[in-house]
């Protein structure tokens, strides 16, 4: 599973002429769901994004969470993101979950993020969506749940037991 997150003030996402979903002073969570997720890979992401430091503090300074700023999220399907280009100039989406599975971890993934504290708004799944949104910063990271699966485990060999 894949994730790129802005930093945004305020972020919205359209179908046709409807807003479908917006938020302001949060995250705008581009989500793209692989062939080989799992629950885990969703819970794992949500966690981290919940917890990332990325907003600034008293000294402007990045030290608070987007559940320390009191921030929202606004998270929107992209299959995309599992894009392959390693060939040619038309890149394939092979290795991106079919649809029923996808948006069942990315409605799964937007569960955790809600557990977690943070309010969430969605875009439409599957839909043609436009986004609107203002930067912050710019902040933009990209997180993808195989390394942080693999943090998990090399921390867990080293774990005493």
Known sequence: MIAVIQRVLSAAVRVGD???????DGLLILLGVA???TEQDASLLAAKIAKLRIFPDGQDKMNRSVLDAGGGALVVSNFTLLANYK?????DYLNAARPGRAQELY???VQRMQESG??????EF????????CADGP???VLDSALLKKQKATAAEG???
């Open 18 to 24: 409807a807003c479908v979903g917006k938020c302001e």
């Open 35 to 37: 062939q080989t997720d």
């Open 87 to 91: 060939s040619g100039n038309r890149p």
């Open 107 to 109: 409605r799964y993934f």
């Open 118 to 123: 943070v309010p969430v708004s969605c875009g």
């Open 126 to 133: 599957g839909a043609h969506m436009q986004i609107d949104l």
């Open 139 to 141: 902040v933009t990271i």
């Open 159 to 161: 774990a005493p037991t």
